[in-house]
């Protein structure tokens, strides 16, 4: 590991210790089951960008499953048969063009240095989709999180879901659902926490517009 590396992994032990890590694999869990598998189809390849404790990968069910993540140490957390690549988000040399079903990135984008490398990450993700491939983005929504935001050391660039949108389109890729309020912004949030309270929130669209302050969009790869 690099100097950086080692800091931001130490970052990450402070802000997640394991028994958090634990709660939010059971966040997790829910969210997969209840509201991604629409989505996603058993029998689908699905690459996880940037994809941290493995928290959305390891409870997905998909056909294949393919984490992407400069930080060796994501090895710890992908879960048995999950391949793991350790490369750039902007240049991903393993995987083939039009290979992939889903690509799925949370709470990543705003760790990048600019939207550069936003834009980038979007058309690589465009290159490796197959047409009609999706990618889904839950990221945190400035537009309700001014301040809150930039609380986090390695927050570099901000978003909303109008900036997502169109980053997406210049990559070539189709924007078909677009929520600015979905999930709360972290599982230190005061609600919903327990797992049956994240399903009962799933369920209640209406509570969002209260609590959410984390934006999701799905876009297409078009197949004309």
Not at 30 to 42: A, D, G, I, S
Not at 111 to 131: A, G, Q
Request: proline share 6%.
């Amino acid at each position: 590991m690099s100097q950086t590396e080692l800091e931001l992994d130490k970052l990450y032990n402070q802000r997640f210790p394991e028994a958090e890590l634990q709660q939010k694999h059971a966040i997790w869990k829910v969210l997969c089951t209840e509201y991604f598998n629409r989505y996603v189809k058993p029998t689908d390849t699905v690459v996880d960008i940037g994809a941290g404790y493995c928290e959305f990968i390891n409870n997905i069910q998909a056909g294949q499953k393919i984490v992407v993540d400069l930080n060796p140490d994501v090895r710890r957390f992908a879960g048995p048969g999950i391949r793991v690549i350790n490369e750039s988000c902007t240049a991903i040399k393993q995987l083939d063009s039009d290979s992939v079903d889903v690509v799925f990135m949370s709470n990543f984008l705003e760790h990048l240095p600019n939207k550069d490398l936003v834009l980038e990450t979007f058309r690589e993700t465009r290159r490796i989709l197959c047409r009609g491939g999706k990618v889904i983005v839950l990221q945190p929504n400035i537009r309700y999180l001014p301040g809150e935001y930039w609380d986090f050391f390695d927050h570099h660039t901000p978003l909303t879901e109008r900036s997502l949108v169109e980053g997406l389109q210049l990559a070539g890729l189709t924007p078909e659902v677009v929520i600015d309020r979905f999930l709360p912004y972290t599982t230190k949030s005061r609600l919903p926490k327990a797992p049956w309270l994240v399903s009962l929130y799933l369920k209640l669209p209406f509570a969002w517009r209260f609590v959410g302050k984390q934006a999701l969009v799905v876009a297409r790869k078009d197949t004309a």
